[in-house]
């Protein structure tokens, strides 16, 4: 099992950037495949990025960059050029196997952070 713990959001204006960290707990966080997702107020939970297979969300590809440190037990997020559109709540995620942009596929979920991006 794996508890997971984002950190990072804020409030960021149109045009800037942010880092989102998750952190994981447990020995075995290596073998776990993780994912970024986020939901916006009114509306479902959606893909943003995968680690493993290296799939990106059509809306964020460029901007958005996802990376993981086994050492430290933590995947990160950098954000860049973010948009108003981009605003919710963001969530990591882990599964075993392979990575998934489906939301159903995954067993563990942090807590999320939310990301208020202003025009």
């Known amino acids: 099992q794996v508890q997971l713990e984002e950190s990072g959001g804020g409030l960021v204006q149109a045009g800037g950037s942010l880092r989102l960290s998750c952190a994981a707990s447990?020995?075995?966080?290596?073998?776990?495949?993780m994912g970024w997702f986020r939901q916006a107020p009114g509306k479902e939970r959606e893909f943003v990025a995968a680690?493993?297979?290296?799939d990106y969300a059509d809306s964020v590809k460029g901007r958005f960059t996802i990376s993981r440190n086994n050492a430290k037990n933590t995947v990160y997020l950098q954000m860049n050029s973010l948009k108003p559109e981009d605003t919710a709540v963001y969530y990591c995620?882990?599964?075993?196997?392979?990575?998934?942009?489906?939301?159903?596929?995954?067993?563990?979920w942090g807590q999320g952070t939310q990301v208020p991006v202003s025009s």
């Open positions: 995620a882990a599964r075993r196997a392979y990575s998934s942009p489906r939301v159903k596929d995954y067993d563990y």
């Open positions: 447990g020995r075995t966080f290596s073998t776990y495949a």
């Open positions: 680690i493993s297979s290296g």
